[in-house]
């Protein structure tokens, strides 16, 4: 038989190009396969494997044997701590991929539609606005929008811990502060009402649309000192002199309020949004934050023109602010006084 031809270079190196690229076909059908069986999931990644949760902080690699024959998962990911995780045996495996951005926590009270900041300046379109307490929200459209960051789920303890504490410390400077201001803000407000009673001037007496009741306005709550003292003792004393000590102590306690048989009425005319809110009482005194116990504060919001019935007399809170208890539809709570006009009857 006749021998074959020798190959020449040219034959040579396409028959090797011939073997690399079915070596290089045949592992991307194979990679296929794979992605069709277990596709990628970038983390985070949630995983629940028999009924216990875990979270993976890298793309878990998962795995059932080969060629896919075992009846049982095998997981590898890494956890916030940068640990390694395996587990081995999985009957049923749930995979969900989590977002990578969230809504960052927003302050309460985002629902204040005033366009001016803590400073009185005016809100900037589109800014972004930090609170010591690390929730941040961007004004926009005349209202607060929520802000995305990072997803925090992958976060190392070292880290929470760090920041939860730096949150914390900046939330106690900032509750600080209001303390000091209210403190400040109730020392000029008894240092005015001292100046304005000096021992023997009259007592400041409320009425209400000439009605014959009449109330008899205290000092500001928190004020202690000889003027008030004297003050008080004169106010109890023209009470008592009206016949007023006489009275059960249940109606004592409702002397503030228009008689059952009469209402009366005022309209909430100011055109600051923030002036036509209806609150609870503690709102009204000093550090009103945690006298409220850090709860929502407000109990209704009035647009203006809206009508009120007035519950009480004007009293003085601890804050220094005129204050009135009102009525509106179905909500009760307190408003200061000044925002108020009083209707004629």
């Known amino acids: 038989m006749p021998e074959p031809a020798p190959q020449t270079w040219l034959e040579k190196e396409v028959k090797s190009w011939k073997s690399i690229i079915g070596v290089v076909v045949v592992l991307v059908i194979l990679n296929d396969i794979r992605g ?21 902080c890298n793309t878990p690699n998962i795995g059932r044997g080969l060629f896919h024959l075992s009846s049982t998962y095998s997981v590898d990911f890494e956890d916030n701590n940068g640990s ?17 951005e969230v809504d960052a926590p ?6 204040d539609m005033s366009d001016k900041d803590s400073d009185g300046k005016l809100l900037v379109e589109g800014h972004i606005y930090n609170w010591d307490d690390g929730t941040e929200a961007r004004w926009a459209g005349g209202k607060w929008q929520p802000v995305k960051i990072k997803n925090r789920v992958c976060e190392s303890d070292a880290d929470r811990d760090k920041r939860l504490a730096q949150e914390e410390e900046k939330r106690q400077a900032h509750q600080k502060r209001i303390a000091e201001a209210a403190a400040a803000k ?4 008894c240092k005015e009402w001292e100046q304005k009673h000096p021992l023997g001037s009259p007592v400041d007496v409320f009425t209400i ?12 709550d928190g004020c202690d000192g000889p003027l008030e003292t004297a003050y008080k003792e004169k106010a109890e004393g023209e009470q008592a002199s009206k016949g007023h ?21 005022a309209t909430a005319n100011n055109s600051d949004n923030y002036a036509r809110i209806i609150y609870k009482r503690c709102h009204f005194d000093v550090n009103s934050v945690e006298s409220c116990g850090y709860a929502n504060e407000e109990v209704a919001a009035l647009k203006q023109g ?3 019935e ?29 925002f108020l006009t009083l209707d004629s009857e």
């Open 306 to 308: 809206d009508r009120v």
């Open 186 to 189: 109730l020392a000029q407000t």
């Open 84 to 100: 390694t995780i395996s587990l081995r045996g999985v009957d049923k495996l749930i995979v969900t991929n989590l977002p990578k």
């Open 106 to 111: 927003m302050p309460s009270g985002t629902d």
């Open 245 to 265: 000590a006489a009275e059960e102590p249940a109606k004592q306690s409702v002397k503030s309020k228009p008689a059952s048989g009469h209402h009366h009425w």
């Open 36 to 56: 069709c069986i277990f596709p990628d999931h970038p983390a985070p990644v949630a995983l629940e494997a028999d009924g216990k949760s875990y979270i993976a």
């Open 209 to 220: 649309d000439n009605s014959t009741d009449k109330v008899v306005i205290g000092t500001p």
């Open 310 to 338: 007035i519950l009480s007399g004007k009293i003085r809170s601890t804050s220094g602010t005129e204050i009135c208890e009102v009525k509106f539809q179905s909500w009760v709570g307190w408003i200061d006084a000044t």
